[in-house]
């Protein structure tokens, strides 16, 4: 799979619902009621990062769900791109993007939403194909503003924002031309997830699903 033919599955994910949830799994055992929380709020691209030691039992358990769209983030090495893929991972999304990640995505057939910070980051993803990246980490980097203003010399380029976004300052993101959707974690606060409270989460992903864009 070419960057250009992965950037083009990563936009179509990206159009399914607004909001990317970000997840942080330390119990497999909640892997599923936790995606079918999301799914019923209207959210079917999950995003598990490969932080914790469940996170790839988490996407394996996820993979099965009807009506979901697992993916694996934190992928910071080859092999992580692999365990993610032999799990069951349909997509994949990096921090940071280097030339050994962009080769064993390729290799592994898994469609990649890449990382990148700055203009250079952007355009550097942009030569070898891929359009649609991931801005992170959104917040500390410079916000809406600074996406925007990136959009007037690389509008081809199309963005996932994550990291600091949240229900507040998600339209502010959702309403640039050059974002398709964006990443967050507020929709799956660890709380609810202690408690097994899936009604909450479904709520939570009911108003996310719902931001304009
Ligand atoms: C990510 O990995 O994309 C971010 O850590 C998510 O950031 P958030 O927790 O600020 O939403």
């Given at each position: 799979m070419t960057p250009a033919e992965a950037s083009v599955e990563i936009e179509k994910l990206c159009r399914l619902a607004p909001v990317i949830p970000v997840l942080v799994i330390?119990?497999?055992?909640?892997a599923r009621p936790l995606a079918e929380a999301l799914v019923r709020g209207g959210l079917p691209v999950l995003e598990v990062t490969l932080?914790?030691?469940a996170a790839i039992e988490a996407i394996s358990e996820m993979a099965r769900i009807d009506g979901g769209v697992v993916g694996a983030g934190t992928l910071l090495t080859p092999a992580d791109i692999k365990a993610a893929k032999a799990a069951g991972a349909l997509f994949g999304v990096t921090p940071g993007t280097t030339d050994a990640l962009v080769d064993a995505a390729r290799a592994e057939t898994l469609p990649l939403l890449p990382g990148a910070a700055t203009a250079t980051e952007a355009l550097s993803l942009l030569e070898k194909g891929y359009s649609v990246q991931k801005f992170f980490p959104a917040g500390p980097a410079g916000g809406a503003k600074y996406l925007k203003a990136l959009?007037?010399?690389?509008?081809?380029v199309r963005f996932c924002p994550t990291g600091g976004v949240s229900l507040t300052n998600a339209a502010d993101y959702l309403s640039?031309?050059?974002?398709l959707c964006v990443g967050g974690s507020?929709?799956?606060?660890t709380d609810l997830v202690a408690a097994g409270d899936w009604d909450a989460v479904t709520e939570l992903a009911r108003q996310a699903a719902t931001l304009p864009r």
């Open positions: 330390e119990d497999a055992r909640t932080r914790t030691d959009s007037a010399p690389l509008p081809q640039l031309p050059n974002v507020w929709v799956v606060p």
